[in-house]
């Protein structure tokens, strides 16, 4: 049986709520401070790694800065075939179907290029926060 504490049930009842947009540590820190807990930053980088060892939270480094978000998976162990969008104003996550992130690979491909199958990521804006961008 898992082990679940008050402050784990607290963390990823905050990842869901974000509704796939990623959290910074400081983000999620403030988040579960509303729900009336007091978790350390310690505490939070324990639980997430013990989260994204198990395919629950995936974590991402924000383009050109020393940053991590965090996101709750909502399809574990299926996020390796495909390709992700991620906005760079409210880090929403948008998984690729295989079929698009496919066309992707073969059009970087045949440009010389080859992707990290593991770790790639798209940068933009997304529908909501491309308003205020010229696209």
Not at 26 to 47: A, D, V
Not at 122 to 131: L, M, T, V
């Amino acid at each position: 049986m898992a082990y679940s504490t008050t402050q784990k049930r607290a963390l990823l009842q905050t990842l869901k709520n974000a509704k796939g947009s990623a959290l910074s540590v400081e983000e999620i820190i403030w988040e579960i401070r509303t729900q009336g807990f007091e978790p350390s930053k310690s505490t939070i980088y324990r639980l997430l790694d013990g989260l994204i060892t198990k395919g629950l939270v995936n974590r991402y480094r924000i383009a050109n800065k020393n940053c991590y978000v965090y996101v709750l998976n909502d399809k574990p162990k299926s996020c390796m075939g495909h390709l992700h969008l991620q906005c760079e104003k409210c880090h929403r996550l948008i998984h690729l179907d295989e079929e698009d992130s496919l066309n992707i690979r073969k059009t970087v491909k045949s440009a010389g290029f080859s992707l990290d199958n593991e770790n790639t990521t798209i940068w933009g804006y997304c529908e909501g926060c491309s308003d205020d961008k010229e696209v």
